[in-house]
């Protein structure tokens, strides 16, 4: 039996990579409080969503994978030969403040949670936190650090457990998932924009663009050449990518679904409807669905944070040394790119210092929110149209297919920001 599982084991590490990490990364504390705020708040309402914007996280995901894989660069180089040098500026501007804004909420719940599970001081834990992350990036060559990385998606199982040992109508659930429906009031619409919001993150394209580059170098052993002008090796790395991507956004969105399940079960069938954080999600489960639910929450909590900070600030390190043409990347050593190095350095300590402060974790969260919104839609435009212009990607321009998926993806993020605007402003 052992010997049968091995390759199948092997090879799937193998093809799971990018697109692993970056669903996985998706679901991080701020978004685990998003979705638990949706489940205490409208119960089963929007468990529907999860399944609405998978096929959107997948195309323009695989968007963001092609153009790094095919043209061996990652997606700030790409834009740059596309738009104007103020706005692809800006665009990284606003994603490297959003994700500072974004590892800060997680590292604050990631305290929060060490709290609740040992007690001691929040403060000195976010502090360690963030130190942990840091050393993890700078210390560890990228081969392992991206192993460490895919036995660390398993956390999020704890969420799957957390929504079994409860108790759930699943033909409530059901019936909530296969036929959409949402009061039309302005707390309904705002949740339904930040759960939408929260799935589609500008800093997911970056990521999973630089570690498709990654990839390339590890495989050809030298700087990575771009599959473009080898049609051979790019049709062979199509179909794991393809593969990849999709396995990890169904693993967001699944586990997405799971979060909102358990929470609606417990939270919102015993009245409690307003959540600030992920940690006091994990707080108020205790009570009503037993220690274990409690312990497998709060540990997720920690698990995803660690997945999810090196993302946001290895896309703002990737982002920032691309535009401005320095080294990048987690195979060099620190003082072959050190800009790069700075920059993730600063983004998670800054993050972490942020977490100290006396700021309403909800707070922190709209404006990352916001931040993301503003960058998302210019971003993917810009993305589409690097990834269907032939005198950048070859022969490898997208598909009709891919190229009207990506399109309806970046319109619809255009919607949810344009609905997010018109709900606050309303309100």
């Given amino acids: 039996m052992t010997s049968r599982r091995s390759p199948l084991i092997a090879k799937l590490s193998r093809v799971l990579g990018p697109g692993l990490l970056t669903g996985a990364a998706d679901d991080d504390p701020s978004g685990i409080a998003t979705y638990s705020q949706s489940g205490a708040q409208l119960g089963y309402t929007l468990c529907w969503t999860m399944f609405l914007t998978t096929p959107f996280m997948v195309a323009i995901q695989i968007v963001s994978a092609r153009i790094g894989s095919v043209t061996g660069r990652g997606l700030a180089a790409n834009l740059g030969a596309v738009l104007p040098r103020p706005l692809l500026f800006a665009i990284i501007a606003l994603l490297t403040a959003a994700n500072v804004v974004n590892i800060a909420a997680d590292i604050a719940a990631m305290a929060a949670a060490m709290q609740l599970l040992v007690g001691g001081p929040a403060p000195v834990y976010a502090l360690c936190f963030g130190i942990i992350c840091l050393s993890a990036q ?15 998606t398993l956390v999020l199982f ?9 108790h759930v109508p699943w033909n409530e659930v059901l019936l909530a998932t296969l036929l959409p429906h949402l009061p039309w009031n302005r707390d309904a619409i705002l949740m339904l924009v930040a759960v939408l919001g929260t799935t589609i993150s500008p800093y997911l394209f970056f990521w999973q663009a630089s570690l498709e580059v990654e990839e390339r170098r590890i495989k050809e052993r030298r700087k990575a050449a771009p599959l473009k002008n080898d049609d051979a090796s790019a049709r062979r790395r199509f179909g794991p990518i393809v593969l990849d991507t999709w396995a990890g956004m169904v693993l967001s969105n699944v586990i997405g679904f799971f979060i909102i399940v358990a929470t609606a079960a417990t939270l919102h069938a015993h009245g409690t409807t307003t959540i600030d954080t992920a940690a006091a999600a994990a707080e108020a489960l205790r009570p009503l669905a037993g220690e274990l639910a409690f312990l497998l929450f709060a540990v997720g909590i920690i698990g995803t944070g660690l997945l999810a900070i090196p993302a946001l600030a290895g896309s ?25 190095y700075v ?22 969260l709209v404006w990352s929110a916001v931040f993301n919104g503003i960058v998302a839609v210019p971003l993917m435009a810009g993305m589409m149209v690097v990834v269907t212009r032939r005198k950048i990607m070859g022969n490898f321009a997208a598909s009709r297919l891919l190229a009207a998926f990506g399109w309806l993806a970046t319109v619809f993020m255009g919607a949810v920001v344009a609905a997010f605007f018109v709900a606050s402003v309303v309100g």
């Fill in 138 to 152: 700078i210390a560890i060559p990228y081969r392992p650090y991206a192993q460490y990385m895919k036995i660390l």
């Fill in 343 to 364: 920059i993730i350095a600063a983004a998670t300590l800054i993050g972490s210092v942020g977490a100290l402060l006396p700021i309403n974790p909800i707070r922190m």
């Fill in 158 to 166: 704890a969420y799957v457990a957390t929504a079994l040992v409860v």
């Fill in 316 to 340: 703002a390190a990737y982002a920032v040394a691309e535009a401005f043409g320095w080294k990048n990347s987690l195979g060099l050593a620190p003082w072959r790119a050190q800009g790069f």
